[in-house]
C-alpha cells in the first residue's frame, strides 16, 4: 500500500541521517542522490520525527559524523510516498534526488554511551 496523503502531511517534516561528509558533497551538486541502501532499494529512507531514533538505533550505531537534516514534507514533491516498513508503520519514500535547498536545517547526531547516535530533543518531541 502507498499513500500520498494529500493535504494532510503537509506540513509534517521528514528527516534524513547520514554522514556529515556525504551532505557537503550533496550541497556541492546541489542534490543528494542517496546511500548505497537507497541506491539498492530505489528511493531514499526517510524518516517521520517518531521513526528517528528507532532509524539511528537500527541502521546507525557506531557510526560517527553523522548529521540530521530535516525537510518539510509538502516541498518534496509527488517524488515523496509513505509506504509500509518495519512494523506495517508507513516511513517517507523519496523517488528522485533530495535538493539540497529544501533543507531546513541540520544537526549533528552525537553518539550515546551505548552507541546509538542521539536523536535532538525537538524531533521527539511529537
Known sequence: MVSDFGDERVGVLVYKILPESDW?????????????????????????????????????????????????????GDGLKWEPSRGGDLFPHLYGPLPTNAALWTKPLPLGADGVPVTPEEVNAC
Do not use: P, W
Open 24 to 76: 557537503q558533497e550533496a550541497c556541492r551538486l546541489g542534490k543528494y542522490f542517496g546511500s548505497e541502501d537507497d541506491l539498492r532499494d530505489g528511493f531514499i529512507h526517510l524518516s517521520a520525527g517518531h521513526q528517528v531514533a528507532g532509524t539511528a538505533a537500527r541502521h546507525f550505531r557506531g557510526m560517527k559524523n553523522l548529521i540530521l537534516v530535516a525537510f518539510a514534507a509538502g516541498d518534496l
